[in-house]
């Protein structure tokens, strides 16, 4: 099977490791992924590392990936783990889905690549795949037959995860959304090709643009934070985006109803557990 080279697919890695991944995977592409990840799970290799380390030492390590609270969901994760399941990733769908941050596709992708199990995981790429060679779509949003349709793929020889891998690669390099490389894909029969490549029903949803949102003036206040160790006054956070205060003071509230900044008896902010720690040394 031709494949992309990623490190959390070559053998060895663990369960705990694979677990990360996903977590970082969620809605971020892989070129901005897999140097983070790397760097992770040398510094904290299993659930009981990443448990130890601080919040805040977290979110650094998190670094331009977005979303942060996924860091802190995935800190959260590590300390369940650790705590309640001897620092062994669970393998079994329910117990995953009872961790902090883990949702339906996390758990199956846990179940099928770090543990080999028969289930259906279903993507972006594989849904695509699904919608085209299947159902004779350009594509289609996400429905609950999905899960039946992939399951219903699945071969039973004990290559079930070989397969479903098989599938998010096709989708990702072959069967791709906008330029799909139909000459090259490995699949005799397509009902979307027979049908004529009919196009989608509904017009593609516009991308979301990032400059200029919420998104943004957070990762810009969150930048300054993981500049220092030590809380920062207002008057620097407000430097960090000086062309609408009142999206600023918008961006700090979630951060910190988020608990990813936290607020010093003295006003100033800091990274999540690191104004505590200043408190608690004065």
């Not at 008057?235 to 009142?246: H, R």
């Amino acid at each position: 099977m031709a494949q992309r080279d990623l490190p959390w697919r070559r053998p060895g890695i663990s369960a705990w490791q694979i677990l990360v991944s996903e977590f970082m995977l969620q809605q971020t592409p892989v070129s901005r992924v897999q140097p983070i990840w790397e760097v992770w799970v040398r510094r904290w290799p299993t659930p009981s590392a990443t448990a130890s380390a601080s919040a805040a030492d977290v979110l650094r390590a998190w670094g331009k990936l977005g979303y942060p609270r996924r860091a802190k969901r995935l800190h959260e994760c590590a300390t369940v783990i650790a705590r309640d399941h001897n620092d062994v990733v669970p393998d079994d769908l329910e117990t995953l889905l009872g961790l902090p941050g883990v949702g339906e596709y996390t758990a199956r992708a846990v179940m099928c690549f770090a543990y080999q199990h028969r289930v259906p995981v279903v993507d972006t790429n594989v849904r695509r795949v699904l919608a085209r060679a299947v159902r004779g779509t350009a594509d289609a949003p996400p429905s609950a037959r999905d899960l039946a349709a992939v399951a219903a793929l699945l071969p039973n020889d004990g290559s079930a995860a070989r397969f479903s891998a098989a599938l998010m690669e096709l989708g990702a390099t072959v069967c791709t959304a906008r330029s799909p490389r139909c000459g090259l894909c490995p699949l005799t029969a397509c009902a979307w090709r027979s049908a004529g490549y009919p196009p989608a029903a509904e017009a593609a949803r516009r991308t979301q643009t990032y400059a200029g949102t919420d998104r943004q003036v957070r990762g810009r206040l969150l930048d300054v934070l993981r500049a220092t160790e030590s809380p920062v006054a207002q008057d620097q956070l407000d430097v960090a985006w000086l062309s609408d205060t009142v999206q600023r003071d918008r961006a700090l509230a979630s951060l910190l109803t988020d608990g990813l900044v936290e607020q010093t008896p003295d006003g100033r902010y800091a990274l999540a557990g690191e104004g505590q720690s200043v408190a608690g040394s004065g």
